[in-house]
Nanobody, 122 residues
Framework: QVQLVESGGGLVQTGGSLRLSCAHS????????MGWFRQAPGQEREFAAT????????YYADSVKGRFTISRDNAKRTVYLQMNSLKPEDTAVYYC???????????????WGQGTQVTVSS
Protein backbone atom coordinates (compact mmCIF):
# COMPACT_ATOMS: atom_id res chain seq x y z
CA GLN A 1 0.00 0.00 0.00
CA VAL A 2 1.22 3.48 -0.90
CA GLN A 3 -0.11 6.73 0.50
CA LEU A 4 0.34 10.02 -1.33
CA VAL A 5 -0.18 13.55 -0.02
CA GLU A 6 0.19 16.56 -2.29
CA SER A 7 0.96 20.11 -1.17
CA GLY A 8 2.17 23.40 -2.58
CA GLY A 9 -0.79 24.48 -4.65
CA GLY A 10 -2.17 27.98 -4.58
CA LEU A 11 -2.96 31.13 -6.51
CA VAL A 12 -0.29 32.65 -8.75
CA GLN A 13 -0.22 35.24 -11.51
CA THR A 14 0.54 34.45 -15.13
CA GLY A 15 4.27 33.95 -15.58
CA GLY A 16 4.78 32.97 -11.96
CA SER A 17 6.09 29.76 -10.44
CA LEU A 18 4.97 27.11 -7.98
CA ARG A 19 6.53 23.94 -6.66
CA LEU A 20 4.25 21.06 -5.85
CA SER A 21 5.33 18.32 -3.48
CA CYS A 22 4.05 14.79 -3.12
CA ALA A 23 5.00 12.97 0.06
CA HIS A 24 4.76 9.21 -0.36
CA SER A 25 4.75 6.55 2.31
CA UNK A 26 4.51 2.79 2.44
CA UNK A 27 7.17 0.14 2.69
CA UNK A 28 7.83 0.01 -1.07
CA UNK A 29 6.77 3.49 -2.17
CA UNK A 30 10.28 4.46 -3.31
CA UNK A 31 10.23 1.61 -5.84
CA UNK A 32 7.28 3.09 -7.72
CA UNK A 33 7.32 5.40 -10.69
CA MET A 34 5.53 8.65 -9.95
CA GLY A 35 3.36 10.79 -12.13
CA TRP A 36 1.65 14.14 -12.00
CA PHE A 37 -1.74 14.51 -13.63
CA ARG A 38 -4.12 17.44 -13.69
CA GLN A 39 -7.82 17.99 -14.12
CA ALA A 40 -9.43 21.27 -15.01
CA PRO A 41 -13.15 21.91 -14.34
CA GLY A 42 -15.32 20.08 -16.83
CA GLN A 43 -12.36 18.32 -18.42
CA GLU A 44 -10.85 14.87 -18.22
CA ARG A 45 -7.77 14.18 -16.15
CA GLU A 46 -4.65 14.62 -18.24
CA PHE A 47 -1.03 13.62 -17.97
CA ALA A 48 1.57 16.25 -17.06
CA ALA A 49 4.81 14.50 -16.12
CA THR A 50 6.24 11.23 -14.89
CA UNK A 51 9.51 10.03 -13.40
CA UNK A 52 10.97 6.57 -12.97
CA UNK A 53 11.59 4.98 -9.57
CA UNK A 54 15.28 5.85 -9.66
CA UNK A 55 14.73 9.30 -11.08
CA UNK A 56 16.80 8.54 -14.17
CA UNK A 57 13.99 8.96 -16.70
CA UNK A 58 11.31 11.61 -17.00
CA TYR A 59 8.66 12.35 -19.59
CA TYR A 60 6.45 15.39 -20.08
CA ALA A 61 3.28 16.32 -21.87
CA ASP A 62 3.92 18.66 -24.78
CA SER A 63 1.81 21.32 -23.06
CA VAL A 64 4.24 21.58 -20.12
CA LYS A 65 7.57 20.60 -21.70
CA GLY A 66 10.21 23.25 -21.08
CA ARG A 67 8.20 24.85 -18.27
CA PHE A 68 7.68 22.04 -15.75
CA THR A 69 10.33 19.83 -14.15
CA ILE A 70 9.61 16.65 -12.23
CA SER A 71 12.13 15.34 -9.70
CA ARG A 72 12.25 13.06 -6.70
CA ASP A 73 14.22 12.64 -3.52
CA ASN A 74 13.78 9.07 -2.34
CA ALA A 75 15.61 9.75 0.91
CA LYS A 76 12.90 12.29 1.74
CA ARG A 77 10.20 10.17 0.08
CA THR A 78 9.05 13.19 -1.88
CA VAL A 79 8.33 13.91 -5.53
CA TYR A 80 8.33 17.47 -6.83
CA LEU A 81 6.83 19.31 -9.75
CA GLN A 82 8.50 22.65 -10.38
CA MET A 83 6.19 24.76 -12.50
CA ASN A 84 7.53 27.90 -14.18
CA SER A 85 6.07 30.37 -16.66
CA LEU A 86 2.58 29.43 -15.55
CA LYS A 87 -0.38 30.17 -17.79
CA PRO A 88 -4.11 30.44 -17.02
CA GLU A 89 -4.62 27.16 -18.89
CA ASP A 90 -2.47 25.43 -16.24
CA THR A 91 -5.27 26.03 -13.74
CA ALA A 92 -6.39 22.63 -12.47
CA VAL A 93 -6.34 20.23 -9.57
CA TYR A 94 -2.98 18.47 -9.67
CA TYR A 95 -2.76 14.84 -8.61
CA CYS A 96 0.24 12.73 -7.71
CA UNK A 97 0.10 9.04 -8.63
CA UNK A 98 2.27 5.95 -8.08
CA UNK A 99 2.59 3.10 -10.54
CA UNK A 100 4.85 0.28 -11.67
CA UNK A 101 5.99 2.07 -14.85
CA UNK A 102 6.49 5.73 -15.72
CA UNK A 103 3.63 5.96 -18.15
CA UNK A 104 1.47 8.78 -19.48
CA UNK A 105 -1.64 6.64 -19.07
CA UNK A 106 -3.58 7.18 -15.86
CA UNK A 107 -4.88 3.61 -15.91
CA UNK A 108 -1.36 2.29 -15.23
CA UNK A 109 -1.17 4.03 -11.86
CA UNK A 110 -2.28 2.15 -8.78
CA UNK A 111 -2.35 4.85 -6.12
CA TRP A 112 -3.53 8.45 -6.15
CA GLY A 113 -3.37 11.43 -3.84
CA GLN A 114 -6.24 13.76 -3.03
CA GLY A 115 -4.98 16.55 -5.25
CA THR A 116 -3.94 20.17 -4.77
CA GLN A 117 -5.50 23.17 -6.49
CA VAL A 118 -3.40 25.40 -8.73
CA THR A 119 -4.99 28.60 -9.98
CA VAL A 120 -3.22 30.90 -12.41
CA SER A 121 -4.76 34.35 -12.76
CA SER A 122 -4.49 36.36 -15.96
Amino acid sequence: QVQLVESGGGLVQTGGSLRLSCAHSGRTSSSYAMGWFRQAPGQEREFAATISATGSTAYYADSVKGRFTISRDNAKRTVYLQMNSLKPEDTAVYYCAAGRTNSMWSTTYDYWGQGTQVTVSS
